[in-house]
C-alpha cells in the first residue's frame, strides 16, 4: 500500500493567506487512498502548485520581462557588480540568444510548474478520498493554464503537456495552438471553481482569477493568435464578471502593497509570500548596500534593478504612486541624521537620471556610480525586517481589470463614457486634485495609465509589444536602438532543444 508522508512543514506552505494557525498537524503513514477528506489535507494536497509560482518573482523572470522593456534596467556598478555576464546588457540592447541563463531559467521554471499541476492532478484525479474533487481539479488546471499564459507571452511556440504519465518527448505547440488550448481550458472550469472573495479563497485559483486570465488572453487575442481575429467583445465580458465580484477598488492605493496586503480586497489572485516560507526579495534586489540603514531594515540590498530615468520622469509629480513606487534621492542614516556614504566615499543619493561613465565598451554599454538610478519602492518596507518581506505579489488586481475593459471598450469602438469613468476611478485615487482627472480618454491615454498603475508589475513588456511600442527606440543615455521583430518572442533555451530534438526553435534565433 502506498503511503503519504505529511509533516508541519507541507502546512506551512499554506497558500491560504489567512492560513494564521501553523499549529503542528502530522499525517504520519496515512494511506494515500484515505487523504484528502478535510480542508486541511486538501490544501497539503495541492500546495505545491502554488508554491511553484513563488519563481516568477524570481530575478530570471523580472529581469527578462522589465528589463527588456523601458520600465526597469540592472546596470553594470562602478567595479563590476551587476555585470553577471553580459545579462542584463543582452535584454536592454535586445541582443540576447538561446543561451541566455536568465531566459532559460524563465522557461525551465515554467516547465517545471507545469509538470507540477499534472503531477497533482493526476494525484487527485486517481484518489478516491478526495472530496469536492471536479472543483479542485478546476483549481489545478486553472494555475497550469496560468503558467501556458506566461510561455505563451514570452516564447510563443511550446509543448503542450497534460498528461504525466506520458514520458515521451513533446513536439513544439503553435502560439496558436497554445492560446487556443489555454482559453478552452479556462472557459471549461470557469464555472466549475470556487468564487467566494474572502480569506478563505485568498491565495487561491478562483472564478475572479479565472475571469481575469481570460480577459488578459482575449485582451492579447491579436497578437497571440492573429488569424481568429481581435476578441474585445470577450475581454468586456470577462471583466464584467470579474467585477461583478465581491473586490473592491481600494481607496488607498497602496494598500495592494503593504506589508500585510492580503487584507486588500482588490488583489484577486496573488503569489503568497512569508518571511518563514520563501519571502519577497524585491529590496534585495534593488536597494543599495547601505541604503537599508535608511530604511530601517536589517538586510542588505544586491545593488540591483533600478528605473529607467524616462519611465519615471514620465509621471506627474502629483501623482501619489511615483513616490509611492521610486526611491529617489540622498538615503540618511538615521543614527547620525547625515547622508550616508558608499564603499566610494560618495553620498549615497539616487539620482534617476544616470549615464554610463567608466569603462563604455563598443556597444555603448559601461558601469554607473554605485547610486545611481531610482530603486523600487513599491511593496512597503518593514521596519525591523530580518530577511524576506511578507508583503504578497498580486500577479491580478482589480485596477487592471478596468483598465482592460476601458482600452477593449475603446478598441472595438464601445462607450468611450464608460471607458473614462473606469480610468478615472483607478486614476482618481493618485491625485488630490480632482482637476488631474481626465475630461476624455483616448487608447493613448490608457496607455499611459497603465505604466503609471503598473511599474514594477511585470506588464510594461506585454503592454508595450500590444501597443506597438516595443520594437522602437528607448531614449537616454541607458537606451537603446530599435530591436527586429523577432525579439518579440524569446528563443526556446538551448539546453530545452538539446535535451528534446521534437522542439522547434523560434524564427530568427
Not at 64 to 93: C, H, N, Q, Y
Not at 187 to 194: E, H
Not at 305 to 313: K, Q
Amino acid at each position: 500500500m502506498k503511503y503519504l508522508y505529511k509533516t508541519a512543514v507541507v502546512l506551512l506552505l499554506c497558500i491560504s493567506g489567512a492560513c494564521t494557525n501553523l499549529d503542528e498537524q502530522l499525517f504520519d503513514r496515512l494511506p494515500a487512498d484515505q487523504f484528502g477528506n478535510t480542508d486541511r489535507e486538501i490544501n497539503a494536497l495541492i500546495a505545491p502548485i502554488y508554491r511553484t509560482l513563488k519563481g516568477i518573482w524570481s530575478p530570471a523572470y523580472y529581469c527578462m520581462v522589465e528589463g527588456t522593456s523601458d520600465m526597469a534596467i540592472t546596470p553594470t556598478r562602478k567595479g563590476g557588480d551587476g555585470w553577471e555576464g553580459g545579462l542584463f546588457k543582452e535584454f536592454r540592447f535586445g541582443s540576447w540568444t538561446s543561451g541566455n541563463r536568465y531566459i532559460t531559467d524563465t522557461y525551465d521554471n515554467c516547465m517545471r510548474g507545469i509538470s507540477t499541476c499534472n503531477q497533482i492532478y493526476h494525484t487527485v484525479n486517481t484518489n478516491p478520498a478526495v472530496q469536492n474533487k471536479e472543483s479542485i481539479l478546476a483549481e489545478i488546471r486553472a494555475v497550469r493554464a496560468l503558467w501556458y499564459y506566461f510561455l505563451v507571452d514570452n516564447y510563443g511556440n511550446v509543448p503542450i503537456v497534460t498528461d504525466f504519465n506520458d514520458t515521451s518527448n513533446p513536439a513544439t505547440s503553435s502560439r496558436k495552438e497554445v492560446f487556443r488550448f489555454i482559453v478552452s481550458e479556462l472557459n471549461a472550469i470557469k464555472d466549475l471553481i470556487r468564487e467566494d472573495v474572502s480569506s478563505a479563497s485568498y491565495g487561491k485559483m478562483t472564478k475572479g482569477a479565472v475571469y481575469t486570465l481570460l480577459a488578459k488572453i482575449y485582451l492579447n487575442a491579436e497578437i497571440w493568435d492573429p488569424e481568429g481575429g481581435p476578441k474585445w467583445e470577450e475581454c468586456i465580458a470577462a471583466c464584467n464578471a470579474v467585477m461583478a465580484l465581491d473586490y473592491v477598488l481600494e481607496p488607498d492605493w497602496k494598500a495592494s502593497f503593504a506589508v500585510h496586503n492580503e487584507a486588500s480586497k482588490e488583489i484577486i489572485f496573488p503569489i503568497v509570500f512569508s518571511t518563514v516560507d520563501g519571502g519577497n526579495i524585491m529590496h534585495q534586489h534593488t536597494l543599495h548596500y547601505l541604503t537599508n540603514i535608511a530604511l530601517g531594515i536589517l538586510p542588505r540590498g544586491f545593488n540591483g534593478i533600478n528605473a529607467m530615468p524616462g519611465y519615471v520622469h514620465a509621471y506627474d509629480d502629483a501623482d501619489k504612486r511615483k513616490a509611492g513606487s521610486f526611491l529617489w534621492g540622498p538615503q540618511i542614516d538615521p543614527a547620525t541624521g547625515q547622508v550616508l556614504i558608499t564603499a566610494h566615499g560618495r553620498p549615497l543619493n539616487h539620482f534617476i537620471d544616470f549615464t554610463f561613465k567608466y569603462n563604455v565598451d563598443a556597444d555603448g554599454w559601461g558601469q554607473v556610480e554605485q547610486e545611481d538610478g531610482a530603486r523600487c519602492n513599491k511593496w512597503e518596507f518593514e521596519k525591523g525586517v530580518n530577511g524576506p518581506m511578507e508583503n504578497d505579489f498580486a500577479i491580478f488586481r482589480l485596477a487592471d481589470v478596468y483598465l482592460m475593459k476601458a482600452e477593449a471598450l475603446l478598441r472595438s469602438g464601445g462607450d468611450a463614457g464608460e471607458a473614462l469613468a473606469l480610468v478615472n476611478n483607478v486614476r482618481a485615487r493618485a491625485f488630490d486634485d480632482a482637476a488631474k482627472l481626465k475630461n476624455n480618454v483616448t487608447l493613448q491615454d490608457i496607455y499611459e495609465e497603465r505604466r503609471f498603475e503598473f511599474a514594477w508589475e511585470l506588464v510594461s513588456r506585454q503592454d508595450m509589444i500590444r501597443f506597438g511600442t516595443f520594437l522602437e527606440p528607448v531614449s537616454g543615455p541607458v537606451g537603446r536602438g530599435s530591436l527586429n521583430a523577432q525579439k518579440l518572442l524569446f528563443p526556446i533555451p538551448r539546453t530545452a532543444i538539446d535535451a528534446n530534438p521534437n522542439l522547434e526553435q523560434n524564427p530568427g534565433y
